[in-house]
């Protein structure tokens, strides 16, 4: 267990420095990846307002098409199921 918290506070450290020489800071670094996080969201958030509309556009016609599929499947199904008789 102390063995495991020494490798931490040494990995710490070690990317601590590293982090360093690239010349970046916690509250830098933590404000990159909060700016990173909401373009992810913005550009999403296009995607569905533009894919959207076309997404219901086209469920008017293939949703009732695959329950049609659906019914006929069934159908089919008890029909050629064998019968406890």
Known sequence: MVGRVIQVILLCFVVGVVLAAFNTDALGLLNWVVENFQKVVESARKFIDWGGHYILLGAG?????????????????????????
């Open 61 to 85: 016609l293939v949703l009732p098409i695959v329950a049609i599929n659906l019914i006929i499947n069934l159908i089919k199904k008890r029909r050629s199921a064998p019968r406890d008789e």
